[in-house]
């Protein structure tokens, strides 16, 4: 069985469910910052640098025989690996964990009902995805090569690094800020 | 200081930062529901069935001099209760939680990139909504009191009760099927 279980983003925020499918898992993959927010110990631990085919096809195998969990940082539906496996065709089961996407929300004080939410992880921009701006903010997951000119002069709040080192949340014009960090979140006012 | 703590929608998803924020209050807000969902000792438990403006009142005073938590089903940024704070300009951190719409979309294996997520929890749909279809799948939280037939034909999955008694998930048409449930999430395809 495959389990593939959302780790959050902050240290503390995996929840009960999560820890209990991690402590009786055989093998537990995930990637060095996903282990990171774990401070108990594992049967086994397998660090993967990236997730390639190979690897997916790898933990199929694996699952046929033995309790496998994949250790996702945030939530494995936003912008996650749960849509991987699904597109590889290996069945999995989700465990959620809180995401970047609620964090940001929390500190923006908006709600989900409220954003539409744009994955731009190593993506381009689909300038079309501004016509939702007229029902709702925006909400993009982006990274440092995020080209910000393509929403024109709009007011932004910047979000960056939420839980980890160099945080930052700022506000300003599109066209006179700059993505600085690959852990970047765009909330887009509509 | 007042936090707003999601508390999840199954037993067992309070992360860790959640619990400690409650062991540490002094008082705890809440329904009789969201404090199903907590297996451990509180302080003091004010039991709510109803959150109207004299409940924000009484508790943004209380939270000038105490800690306070208000315990929230789900994610307080989803179709929740933080909106409401803000809106009634009292000041609130926000803890996520585990939300419905995480729980559905694991479900679904339909990443949250991939939809937009409508509130119609006591509140009628608007029918412009469907222009989102064009791009995305539609998820709307929704109560017995939504009119499917507003949906037209179109196929849907409908979940109701997750993690609670009577869950179902049920594939049909939106004119031949009828939500039974005030916890229901609707999945129209785009």
Not at 28 to 46: C, M, N, T, W
Not at 80 to 104: N, T, Y
Not at 133 to 143: P, Q
Request: some cysteine; glycine content about 8%; hydrophobic content about 45%.
């Amino acid at each position: 069985m495959i389990w593939v279980v959302g780790a959050g983003i902050c240290r503390g925020q995996i929840t009960e469910r999560g820890k209990e499918l991690l402590r009786k898992a055989d093998i537990v993959y995930g990637s060095r910052r996903a282990f990171e927010l774990i401070d108990f110990e594992l049967k086994e631990k397998r660090v993967l640098s990236r997730f390639d085919s190979s690897v997916f096809e790898e933990i199929a195998r694996e699952g046929k025989e033995k309790e496998v969990v994949v250790l996702s940082t945030g939530d494995p539906m936003v912008a996650g690996l749960g849509k991987k496996f699904r597109e590889m065709g290996v069945e999995v089961e989700i465990e959620p964990g809180i995401s970047s996407v609620q964090l940001a929300l929390a500190k923006l004080k908006v709600d989900l009902t409220e954003v539409v939410v744009v994955d731009c992880h190593a993506r381009d921009f689909d300038s079309s995805t501004l016509d939702f701006l007229k029902y709702r903010h925006l909400l993009i997951l982006a990274d440092r090569r995020f080209d910000l000119t393509k929403l024109g002069d709009r007011k932004i709040i910047l979000l960056e690094n939420l839980c980890m080192e160099g945080e930052s949340i700022r506000e300003g014009f599109a066209d006179s800020v700059e993505v600085k960090s690959d852990y970047a979140i765009i909330f887009v006012e509509s």
